[in-house]
């Protein structure tokens, strides 16, 4: 028996030419699989997560890699798939899950409740899924999805891609570079067709000072950061930079609600996000950081 990616005592099925790592590959083919089986089922599921990244800037797979967020040679990119899907389907999971894909189901704790989610296992216990309704809470910051879903497809748009990252409070790290992807690919625009919805940013974040605070932190952080990036080509650097001093203008000159502007009274004085702890943010603290570690490098 072999401890699976949840660390828990499960016999995991691999090929022998795997050498223990399941190709990135095979994690873009099942979730375009879900999505498509749960269409058949009259099942909404869209891709999120650093696979549904992966799958929507393959075009600039070789940034990935100058960026270290693909994986390298011989070691796994992605340990699950992510999905959003609606609260209406929640009965619905285990036939699309359990009887037509032949997943496992791991046993509903308090945590898994609180999170709004479940967590199901490949049938050969490559990797498991994580399916949330509605709401993605577990956030500095909490996604509404419900009028989200329906706007592209197998994934989220690339709109809620990006706040999905900016919406982290200790950012840095992978969101970062997946920051930096999603930039370099998606242009700033009005709509959601293959575009950063700057129109929809400016509608959600205008009522809310602690998001747009959290977001144009780290835009602004990015910024810097990327000035100091070896790794992209200096074509790479103006787009992404342009683009976010592009989107920084249209948030900041945004109509503000009279609840936002009273929060801003107050500022960074008064906490303005949820606490959420994960083994990667505990004892740092984000863009702040991640600045500081570039200029101890260069």
Do not use: C
Not at 140 to 150: G, I, K, T, V
């Amino acid at each position: 028996m072999q401890r699976d990616m949840t660390g828990e005592n499960r016999v995991v099925d691999m090929p022998a030419e795997w050498n223990g790592v399941v190709p990135t590959q095979v994690f873009l083919d099942e979730a375009q699989k879900i999505v498509s089986e749960g269409e058949r089922l009259g099942v909404v599921l869209r891709l999120m997560g650093g696979a549904g990244i992966r799958l929507r800037t393959q075009p600039y797979a070789e940034l990935g890699v100058r960026l270290g967020r693909l994986g390298a040679v011989g070691q796994q990119e992605f340990t699950d798939l992510d999905f959003m899907t609606y609260e209406r389907h929640r009965k619905q999971m285990h036939t699309l899950f359990m009887d037509r894909l032949g997943y496992g189901f791991r046993r509903v704790t308090p945590s898994m409740a609180a999170s709004r989610r479940r967590v199901y296992f490949h049938p050969r216990n490559w990797f498991y899924v994580d399916v949330f309704f509605d709401l993605l809470v577990v956030a500095n910051h909490p996604l509404d999805f419900r009028r989200r879903l329906a706007l592209d497809t197998p994934t989220i748009t690339a709109t809620d891609f990006l706040l999905e990252k900016l919406q982290i409070v200790n950012f840095g790290g992978k969101d970062l570079k997946d920051t930096v992807l999603l930039l370099r690919a998606f242009p700033i625009g009005d709509d959601d067709r293959a575009q950063i919805n700057a129109r929809h940013l400016q509608k959600l974040l205008g009522g809310n000072w602690g998001f747009w605070y959290t977001v144009t932190t780290n835009l602004r952080g990015l910024v810097e950061v990327v000035a100091e990036m070896s790794e992209l080509h200096d074509d790479e650097r103006e787009v992404v930079t342009e683009r976010s001093r592009q989107l920084l203008k249209r948030l900041d000159d945004a109509p503000k609600s009279l609840r936002w502007q009273a929060r801003s009274l107050i500022g960074p004085r008064q906490r303005w996000y949820e606490l959420v702890e994960t083994q990667e943010t505990v004892g740092g603290f984000g863009i702040w950081q991640l600045r500081e570690d570039v200029k101890r490098k260069t």
